[in-house]
């Protein structure tokens, strides 16, 4: 079990190879392989889970010559940052392809194909330690999204998906050349070339080269995240692509980008990272993102433009906490990383369900489904509570984390996070009551409540929304070293100034033994 992490990595590529093998004429067959290989992929976390070590660094580390004569590798492994991220990936692609199965019924082969890719790509980029090796991963991902929304998608697919492709290509191009400047000071100051971010983070760039190489990062991990004024690309791209798509572009896609500024912006540019004048740029982005993602939901006709527009708001509280720069505020993040890719998840998939029976988004068009539809009904206001960050429910724990991060920065920031939460309450309740409670139309009168092909669907994201919101305790355990790390890059001495217990100085020496 050595290699574990490429198991897990590899799985769906070789599923992608099975299935372009298999006759395009058996639609049941491939649906069955798909989602097969899905499942394959999540159940092969669970000895990764086993087996993680909260008390140790990086793990299930693996390294091969790739390109030797440019410094780059096949390096890959996991901390606890990652290990959440490669877990709800498994997850959400699984459940993104189990909800296609009566949705999709053209082109399956290349439909299936696609997500099996995308997967591939996205897991890539979460579990690379070298910095070509990632920023491979992440263009890959650009691909599969790209046909599934163009081929799959409603009336307006072509223009969204090639907007969703310059606006994070463009990106993308940014982000490669602050690779490059960062690659070619480190073998300037050490005469070796090499992409392993463990060596990258030695090196000591000057003032202006930091300051450039840390924007360049930061437009391309902000269009993909996507903060505002970076979002237009986001609402086209949720509204055309099909239900699945907008999943895991939602639930996955989005978190590349924050992940992004947590792995890379903070520990390789510490100097310019706390820069009084860049945490107050992105902590005004962050919170206009919160405010204006949210007001423009209450405006919206379509349901899933609004659960588009909630994302800009949500991923603005995780963007805030990451730019408080202490522990609370970088593992509420996290936390709420995954917290979004339930709830919104979820959310999606609801407008889903109702979208194939109607074939309309429109919420004037529905109104007392609860009379017609009760279990549908109790899943969407959980998945809204959830969302909107009610107790015991998982929005609650990372809301109030970085809540209590940001007031530690700044009584301005937590107060424009309070006016964030109601307006998302109000935007979620004002949806919940127009589309379940009420009068019932005729024309929905005959719709049927949820099969249990689709409460199977519903059911793992359940199950970890009120786990988390029960008992967080073990997702914060498994965040306490890496986020401790990062915090003692950007500010050294952190943990002693605050008084507060190190999870680095408590763990060493269980760690030593254990080595």
């Excluded at 189990?98 to 890719?117: C, P, Q």
């Excluded at 006709?301 to 708001?313: E, G, H, Q, R, T």
């Amino acid at each position: 079990m050595d290699h574990l992490l490429s198991i897990v990595l590899w799985t769906p590529f070789v599923g992608f190879l099975v299935l372009l093998a298999l006759p395009s004429s058996n639609a049941k067959l491939i649906k069955l392989w798909a989602n097969a290989v899905m499942l394959i992929g999540f159940l092969e976390c669970i000895p990764l889970i086993q087996r993680f070590d909260r008390n140790q660094d990086f793990q299930f580390v693996e390294k091969a010559n790739w390109i030797p004569s440019l410094g780059a590798s096949y390096h890959i492994g996991i901390d606890g940052i990652g290990l959440l991220m490669v877990v709800m990936t498994t997850l959400i692609g699984f459940i993104a392809v189990l909800s296609s199965w009566n949705a999709i019924d053209t082109r399956l082969k290349e439909y299936y194909s696609y997500f099996l890719i995308q997967q591939v790509g996205m897991l890539g980029v979460f579990i690379s330690l070298d910095f070509l090796l990632f920023f491979l991963f992440w263009e890959i991902t650009l691909v599969p999204m790209y046909f599934i929304i163009a081929i799959w998608g409603g009336p307006r697919r072509a223009y969204a998906a090639i907007k969703f492709v310059i606006y994070t290509a463009t990106g993308s191009i940014l982000m490669l050349l602050g690779i490059i400047t960062l690659y070619w000071h480190h073998a300037q100051q050490f005469q070796v070339y090499t992409f392993n971010i463990n060596e990258l983070i030695r090196t000591q760039l000057p003032w202006a080269a930091g300051w450039w190489v840390f924007w360049a990062f930061f437009i391309g991990f902000a269009v993909k995240v996507p903060m505002w004024p970076f979002h237009t690309w986001l609402p086209d791209a949720h509204v055309e692509a099909p239900t699945a798509g907008s999943v895991v572009l939602a639930s996955v896609l989005l978190k590349m980008g924050t992940y992004g500024f947590i792995r890379f912006s903070l520990p390789l540019l510490p100097e310019t990272a706390k820069d009084p004048k860049v945490v107050s740029i992105v902590a005004i982005i962050s919170i206009i993102a919160i405010v204006y993602g949210a007001l423009v939901c209450m405006m919206q006709k379509d349901m899933k433009k609004l659960i588009a527009y909630s994302s800009v708001s949500h991923m603005g509280f995780c963007t805030l906490g990451i730019i408080a720069l202490n522990p609370q505020g970088i593992a509420g993040s996290v936390i709420q990383q995954i917290n979004h890719a339930i709830s919104t998840g979820m959310l999606f998939l609801i407008v889903g369900v109702v979208y194939e029976r109607r074939h309309t988004r429109e919420i004037a068009q529905y109104g007392g489904l609860l009379k017609v539809m009760p279990v549908y009904t109790a899943i969407f206001l959980i998945a809204a509570l959830s969302s909107m960050g009610m107790p015991p429910l998982n929005g609650f724990i990372g809301e109030f984390t970085i809540l209590q991060g940001a007031y530690q920065v700044s009584l301005n920031w937590a107060l424009w996070c309070v006016l964030g939460i109601v307006l998302g309450a109000a935007y979620l309740l004002w949806l919940f009551q127009r589309t379940m409670l009420g009068d019932i139309a005729e024309k929905n009168s005959g719709l049927k409540d949820l099969s249990w092909r689709e409460i199977a669907v519903f059911a793992p994201l359940l199950v970890w929304a009120v786990w988390i919101g029960v008992y967080p305790k073990p997702y914060f355990e498994i965040l306490d070293r890496p986020v401790a790390q990062i915090v003692e890059r950007v500010k050294p001495g952190y943990y002693s100034e605050h008084k507060m217990k190190n999870p680095l100085e408590v763990t060493a020496p269980a760690a030593r033994l254990q080595q």
